[in-house]
């Protein structure tokens, strides 16, 4: 497995924007497709966004698509997740996650490793 570190969540106001990082050691980074996932309180951790092992694809959630943007460096082992337009909903842990899969999965169960999270509050 790979071990996963996030950073960059806080506290912001509606409107604003956050980046969160995630590096990753212990594994080639570029065999692992990568993902972002976000839990709220109460409820499901749901998929945001991934991104294939070169960067060549991605996918978003629709909740999230055109304000959120996934990307990586392979030569720097970290995927990042830019947030832009940050709405109170989006308030949750948001979670890195790596699959071996060669294919963007939408499914937490895909994902091999993940971080520990990383708190995202965004107040009205």
């Known amino acids: 497995q790979v071990q996963l570190v ?29 993902g972002w996932f976000r839990q709220a309180p109460g409820k499901e951790r749901e998929f945001v966004t991934g991104t294939s092992r070169n960067g060549g694809s991605t996918y978003y959630a629709d909740s999230v698509e055109g304000r959120f943007t996934i990307s990586r460096d392979n030569a720097k082992s970290t ?23 060669p294919y963007i999965s939408r499914s937490r169960y895909d994902y091999d490793s993940w971080g520990q999270g990383t708190q995202v509050t965004v107040s009205s």
């Open 6 to 34: 996030e950073s960059g969540g806080g506290l912001v106001q509606a409107g604003g924007s956050l980046r969160l990082s995630c590096a990753a050691s212990g594994r080639p980074f570029s065999r692992y497709a990568m």
């Open 79 to 101: 995927v990042y997740l830019q947030m832009n337009s940050l709405k109170p909903e989006d308030t949750a842990v948001y979670y890195c996650a790596a699959s071996a899969s």
